[in-house]
């Protein structure tokens, strides 16, 4: 039994130890940011899957919220496009789709994919294919952009392809889902135990890149803690509470 119970005054904590939730049989990569972001916040969203609550309307919040909407969402789709140019450019021996001759984002893919080519020798590249494995008892579900396999020596590498500014505020989410497809590759066995993996975060727009090697040891305890924040949904992230769509649920 859930040593945890909830009710109009919050979630309390039942007794002593931890115990597993009763989670969707299925979880995506993506869905794990809401843990990094709250305990609660992610008991809330996966677990009783309640739907954020709509404010009162405000025509000038409104405004401003549905301008804010759109810039987000042009952006999401323009990273949409540019990631499916980039996988399909390298199934085509790193040629850019036509859609993009002339346009402002030709020069950044051609550039993506030149400084992609350098591995082409050494790696066979595996490009937006689905990959399911089991993340401690649970099922999780996801895509990677890009994964490295050496054709004979060499690290295993995961590649994530961002677009907009690089910031420090979004690394934390990019790393953590990096990570977690590197301890993919060691459950489903593409990788040994005792072999590292390169993990490369690419912004395409600055042409900055971010790697760091890690090992099955230090990637599997980081995230074994990181994952028994879902036994407590009693915590929770109060520095993301202004941020945060279950503001009205969450009783602060």
């Known amino acids: 039994m859930p040593l945890f119970y909830y009710d109009s005054v919050g979630i309390h904590q039942k007794g002593s130890g931890e115990s597993e939730l009763l989670i969707v049989p299925e979880l995506s990569v993506t869905r794990l940011n809401s843990l990094l972001d709250c305990p609660r916040k992610f ?26 909407s759109s810039i987000l969402k042009s952006s999401a789709e323009r990273g949409t496009k540019i990631h499916e140019a980039i996988s399909l450019a390298l199934s085509r021996n790193f040629v850019v789709a036509r859609e993009f001759s002339g346009q402002q984002d030709e020069n950044i893919l051609l550039s993506v994919l030149e400084k992609l080519k350098s591995f082409k020798d050494e790696y066979e590249f595996i490009s937006e294919v ?22 004979a020596e060499g690290l295993y590498q995961v590649w994530d392809f961002k677009t907009g500014r690089l910031t420090e505020s979004k690394l934390g989410p990019y790393w953590l889902q990096l990570k ?31 790697s760091k ?34 503001g009205d649920i969450c009783l602060r």
């Open 130 to 151: 689905p990959i399911k494995f089991s993340f401690f008892g649970h099922m999780i579900s996801g895509t990677p952009d890009l994964i490295l396999q050496p054709k």
């Open 213 to 246: 090697e890690v090992e099955y040891r230090e990637i599997a305890a980081e995230l074994s803690l990181f994952w028994s924040k879902q036994t407590r949904p009693w915590e929770r992230n109060t520095e993301h509470c202004t941020r945060c769509d279950y």
């Open 43 to 68: 008991y809330l969203e996966n677990v009783l899957k309640l739907n954020p609550l709509k404010k009162e309307s405000d025509p000038v919040v409104d405004s401003m919220e549905d301008d804010l």
């Open 180 to 210: 977690v497809y590197a301890f993919a590759l060691y459950v489903l066995k593409k990788v040994k135990p005792e072999d590292p993996i390169k993990l490369e975060l690419y912004f395409v727009d600055e042409e900055k890149s971010l």
